[in-house]
């Protein structure tokens, strides 16, 4: 009977509270964005957001990071709402982690570890789940002495240094033997990768990049007519999937990558250096952009960020405006000068807006609908017949 029981119960979500700070360097409306992004990363993750608390500081409690009387209005609400996990939109360190569990009594989460954790959930082959894993070991290590709960009897001084201090000490031993094994792993996973790129012969390679979640996978899906996983969810590709793909009568390369984000983790930008290998041996970046996102101008200097840290910041870009089919010009009431408001702009009218003229070449589309597909194909043909005419001279017989 009790087995029974527990099979037919169906996991509820988990619920959550999400929590961010107004600082100097910070505008209210820009926090609300980076909550509305939080919100859809626990989503992802399988939660249920609920509430979203905002504090204006000069900068995080380095105890607590929000005031006093704002964790005591958060674990008020947590307390009468039964929620699950507390979660922060910014990095907290391992004392800060412990405070806070103890005031709100519950589970608590940062925007890294929500990361992490949706990239552990989606992480498929072998390569994969040993980037994430490192990653997770290196956010570990510096706030494992703060997350400590072994020593909360512990007060320290002559004559009270106990055992917990030595677990500590072996716990810190066993994951920087983690790392170190995990980071020998990948050393050779990326000599094998790299013995991949170069087998690939003399074809040129184009990488589609963008903030997760644009259509990447859409358009990998519709240039190459292979299946290939696309989701409504953040983080759907972790591997980067190669194609050969021929336009007209030309081949080439063509490699769908992880989604950026903004305040991508260092750790993972680290541990994903060699699939990000792609992209920086790549020859031309086809650049997606969901022009129907209100924040799709953020994401574009996100991306372009983050190609530079990774050092692709010099390569051919194609700005490839997608998803069309859900943009909507309307006119903005709340706007002041409507006629520079982006929402006022018609698609005929992006099309010679200062976008296309300041993101040469571009082009504007819709994976779903194939609307200017055919065009698209053109743009992409033209720019890798060039790429290929410039290192291939000889080889100009293929066009």
Not at 94 to 107: D, H, P, T
Not at 361 to 383: G, Q, V
């Amino acid at each position: 009977m009790i087995e029974k029981q527990n099979t037919s119960i169906e996991q509820e979500p988990e619920t959550a509270v999400l929590v961010g700070l107004i600082t100097n360097n910070t505008e209210k409306e820009k926090v609300n964005e980076y909550l509305d992004e939080l919100a859809f990363l626990i989503e992802t993750a399988g939660g249920l957001p609920l509430y979203r608390f905002i504090q204006a500081l000069d900068h995080p409690n380095s105890k607590t990071y929000v005031g006093t009387g704002k964790l005591d209005e958060i674990g008020q609400y947590v307390k009468a709402a039964d929620i699950d996990i507390v979660v922060f939109d910014d990095e907290l360190s391992g004392s800060q982690i412990r405070n806070l569990e103890k005031a709100l009594e519950c589970k608590i989460l940062d925007r890294t570890t929500l990361i992490l954790d949706i990239f552990a959930k989606r992480a498929q082959t072998a390569h994969a789940k040993v980037q994430v894993e490192l990653a997770q070991y290196q956010y570990l290590l510096p706030r494992l002495t703060g997350m400590w709960t072994h020593l909360e009897r512990q007060r320290g001084g002559i004559g009270l240094r106990g055992p917990g201090e030595t677990e500590i000490e072996t716990d810190r031993r066993i994951i920087r033997d983690k790392i170190s094994l995990l980071k020998k792993k990948l050393i050779q996973i990326d000599k094998q990768k790299a013995t991949q790129r170069k087998n690939r012969g003399q074809l040129i390679r184009v990488a589609l990049v963008g903030y997760t979640n644009v259509g990447k996978s859409t358009i990998m899906t519709l240039l190459s007519k292979s299946e290939v996983f696309a989701e409504n969810k953040l983080f759907a590709t972790l591997d980067t999937t190669v194609r050969k793909v021929v336009v007209d009568n030309l081949p080439f390369l063509l490699s769908d990558t992880v989604g950026f984000i903004r305040k991508l983790p260092h750790h993972l930008v680290e541990s994903f250096k060699s699939t990000l290998d792609e992209v920086r041996e790549s020859d031309i970046l086809v650049h997606v952009v969901d022009i129907s996102h209100s924040e799709f101008e953020d994401q574009i200097k996100t991306v372009s960020q983050t190609l530079t840290e990774i050092g692709a910041g010099d390569k051919k870009v194609i700005m490839v405006f997608n998803k069309v089919d859900a943009y909507s010009g309307h006119e903005s009431e709340e706007s002041e000068m409507p006629f520079l408001s982006k929402e006022n702009l018609s698609l005929n009218e992006l099309k010679s807006s200062w976008m296309a003229k300041n993101n040469r070449p571009c082009i504007f589309i819709s994976a779903i609908t194939k609307e200017n597909y055919h065009e698209f194909r053109k743009l992409l043909y033209d720019n890798i017949k060039e790429a290929h005419a410039i290192r291939y001279p000889y080889n100009n017989f293929l066009y």
